[in-house]
């Protein structure tokens, strides 16, 4: 009697192994800051330059890489932490995990984030979002205005500068805001960004170009509200939430900017709403953009978009983030999801699950 109980038992369990999806092996690759060092290390010698303050600004804390983690492994996923540094080939090899989901944002260079997706599709490991194309391009802003151009989407008038001496060519109007070509979070931009007139540019260009060691993008500034969009999912099943807009709680400094203090320090500046308090046709128009920016840069799995909305009603794209921070409480995206009734957890399952889906890998899925 025992015997074919026990027998029954090992039957359901069989049967209920079969019924669910095999256990699924994730990598997180990410890119650390490292506030942590030493303040002598920190110090340098004299003859090595300064780096600028905001220097880590795009990499994560710790904190954020096991928040999503736990939110992985409530999905029942094995989790691996794989820091994305010079033995990350060594790692992947060692570890060999069925699909990465890629947060890091790479070490140097104009292409950094494509740095990691490079690597992946080199070993033909799966990964979350976009491909080392998309990125690249992504991150250089004058790039990714031009390519946008010719679809009709409008910009801010912008250029290039290399040089301190370089002159604007054409008619700018002034003030414009002066920020690092190929960086992200906000790196580079604050108050002082924004410029009255040419000699004011040219003193931040001076600086500003030694400081950051790359190309300046200046561009005319858009006075008016500031949104963003938030988006996951590919092909048809592109999900986009509704526009946030960004309020700007004090009023009394003469050019509202989302720069890298206002982003740490939010809570003091800065008050979201989500859905905006817009007409249904300017969202309309600013979801549309949104689309139509995630589909001509290829962009996959998730991203988010930027846009200014002039006070004569102009919608302008301000620029995009494929690689969007997903610290709790604190990026922009996860606060979008979370205004529109989707957990945390939630948010990081359906950006894997996106790209599980792209990968053929549905058996992984429950």
Not at 29 to 36: D, E, I, P, Q
Not at 266 to 283: G, L, N, R
Not at 296 to 310: E, G, H, N, P, T
Not at 322 to 341: C, K, V
Request: charged fraction near 25%; proline fraction near 6%.
């Amino acid at each position: 009697m025992r015997k074919r109980c026990a027998e029954k038992r090992h039957k359901q369990m069989n049967k209920k192994e079969m019924s669910e999806p095999p256990r699924l092996h994730v990598g997180i690759t990410y890119n650390l800051k490292h506030s942590h060092r030493d303040a002598a290390e920190d110090s340098q010698s004299a003859d090595l330059e300064p780096e600028p303050a905001d220097n880590e600004a795009e990499y994560d804390d710790i904190s954020t890489v096991l928040a999503i983690k736990a939110a992985l492994e409530a999905k029942h996923c094995r989790v691996t932490l794989l820091e994305a540094d010079n033995e990350l080939p060594l790692k992947l090899m060692a570890d060999k995990p069925d699909i990465i989901f890629n947060i890091a944002e790479g070490i140097q260079g104009r292409g950094r984030e494509s740095q990691v997706p490079a690597l992946l599709d080199f070993y033909k490991i799966p990964y979350t979002g976009s491909d080392e194309t998309t990125l690249c391009i992504a991150l250089d802003k004058a790039l990714t205005k031009r390519i946008l151009s010719t679809y009709h989407i409008k910009t801010p008038k912008y250029q290039v500068i290399s040089q301190a001496q370089d002159k604007l060519t054409g008619s700018f109007h002034f003030p414009v805001i002066v920020k690092p070509n190929a960086e992200g979070s906000s790196k580079g931009i604050s108050d002082a960004s924004v410029v009255l007139n040419r000699n004011e540019l040219k003193e931040l260009l001076s600086k500003n170009l030694k400081l950051y060691k790359q190309d300046m993008l200046v561009e005319e500034y858009i006075s008016g509200r500031e949104f963003t969009v938030g988006i996951f999912g590919n092909g048809r099943n592109v999900y986009i939430f509704p526009p946030m807009e960004i309020c700007y709680i004090k009023k009394d400094t003469p050019f509202q900017i989302y720069s890298y203090n206002v982003k740490r320090n939010y809570q003091e500046y800065i008050q979201y709403k989500c859905p905006a308090d817009i007409p249904k046709e300017t969202e309309t128009e600013m979801i549309n953009t949104a689309r139509k920016v995630y589909e001509v840069l290829s962009v996959r799995d998730f991203a988010r978009i930027d846009f200014r909305l002039s006070p004569d009603g102009e919608l302008y794209f301000i620029e995009i983030n494929p690689l969007p921070g997903l610290a709790p409480g604190y990026s922009d995206f996860p606060m979008i999801a979370e205004f529109n009734g989707m957990d945390y957890n939630t948010l990081i399952w359906n950006v894997l699950e996106s790209a599980l889906k792209r990968f053929g890998m549905e058996s992984f899925i429950s």
